[in-house]
């Protein structure tokens, strides 16, 4: 393990860090964090047996396609910024990338969904059971390298991580409760705070909360430098679901990886889609709701009319005339401002380095970026 | 919690422990059991709160329908016959009820299943959407107590017990995955080894061996006692599945539960059928494998033709020729009477006791019962 301290990881190359990574910097920095991220969860996996094929090849699919890793990115940026090594922290970071896959599987079955990183979603490739079966099994492997960390960062702050992840878990499932009673139900008299609270929950909390606490926990942080960190966390993963919905509507394909206006075609809760809603006249918000009652054509066992390409262009024309789109890059960029204040505050424990300088910059790509 | 100790399960009103218990006394303990570990079940989920109608509520629906709770039973029995005491295996044993009911959900997405304990499967009422999501939500709750656990057996203890519950969790995946993989390549050039590797996995592991074992780990038990239990419930487990496919083809639709020859309308592999298939002349196993290649009728996003009644009646047809159900029966208690050799192996560490009758009874059980 210890080579890996070796790696451009540590300073890209560079005498004194900068206080914030330019884009091709950050760019490097998560490839770094993602190729040492893919080789341990390459390390967790049984390498031979009979459920390779059949089970453990399949959990590599969606981790292997192209992705940023932002997760684990955050998780060691986090540690190493407040002086934990490398070491210490890969597995944790391994972790996290894990069950981020594994939701995604069991998402992408959850909410139809066509795509994942331009490719077929694993569900449309293997059927819906080898789907659901293939996430279980991610959780359950997550488990046992958590376990383990007992060996690398002793009792007591392995089982905090535990903590943490057994809360991201709990935070994620009722977040995508609320989603699937609002669709169940056909709520869509929303407003930003509903969605706000739904998304820190399902979204916010395993993208940036976990990741950063379970980093500060493994570097020994104190209290008040975590209470610090979550803030930030909680406030820039808020910031960047809305901006993620931005995309989902207006990203090129190839560098997005995902269908562009899936989210019309599922129908998911986005700040967009309920600021176009209010903004509508009654006539128009009615026939609105009525589409959005609608399954996607390619959904299995759809019953009843099902959404046409007119529809979706219906609910993109009310976005577009209610400026929308705007409206939530406003929203994104302020609760990124405030993420930056957050961070701010835990600048007193954080040492000068490459690190702190990439969660830094992913304050402003947050907002900024096109993928 | 002192208060359980009172409870009827430490004695049945018996001066003297019996060797094993009778079908009333068993009924009694597994139905004692059963309401304590409910109790316990309740205490872990939130009682108010938002989430409470769209996900914990759901979590409860599965438990609380007419069920053995033969794990849970299993767990504290195996606990109290070593000597244990009920208030240190009793949250141990509500989270394996936990799982179990967890994994229920999903398996009945899986399988596509219609009914389970006598009423429609949770995605048949609510939508495979939100039935995977409230699976994914018992499997993150039930994370929580055995991270408690620690308070109440320790660290040592706690930890293994968590490296058991790992362990089941990716057994029962590995074995679901050999059934999917066998499913989706229409294999059914299979023995009874094969078939008894996939039962092994997928539903001995969790129903007999985690839950004795964890009972052992909660009461101290060495290590050659830990080895007889674990031999007793693997052959004991498997010997329990083999009956179960029998019961699902002859019991009473009101004592069972589940949909009677719902295993045949599923297509699933098990030793009944597998026997039936390898007795069939050339042409009848070929017609037998081209219907099993048809989803059941009532199949979301079903393609091509689906089962028709007589499809099923013709290979129930094959079942009777060939005299599948006695073949099953006396390779059930084949495995039963191997598992009742392997119990005398753990005898040297088992206190007289009515905990220690419940499991000798249990033998008798999986072989004979009805329901």
Redesign the interface.
Known sequence: MGATQDLPLDDLGMRRPPDRLDAVAMAAYLRDCRALVLQEIVDLLPKQG??RT??YDLMLDYPLRQAKALRPALCIATCRALGGHLDVVLRSAAVLELYHNAFLI?DD????SEQRRDRPTLHRQ?????A???G??M???A??PL?DN?RLIG?GRA?RV??V??RM??E???G???E??W??HGRWDLGDAHYVRMVYKKSAWYTFVAPMWIGAIVAHAGAPCIAALRRFAGLLGVAFQIHDDVLNLTAERERYGKEIEGDLWEGKHTAILLHALRAASAADRGRAIRILGRARPDA??AVGPTKTPADVRFLRRLIDEAGSLDYARGLSRRWAAKARRALRLAEPWMHPSVHGAFLAAVVEFVTDRDW
Do not use: K
């Not at 293997?126 to 080898?130: E, K, L, M, R």
């Open positions: 009979p459920y059949v089970l069991h079955v959850e909410d139809g293997h059927g819906v059971p080898i659901v079966n293939v279980d099994g959780l359950a492997l488990l046992q376990l007992t009792l089982l535990l903590q992840v057994a878990a709990r994620s499932v009722e995508q409760a609320i699937l009673d669709i169940r299995g066992g």
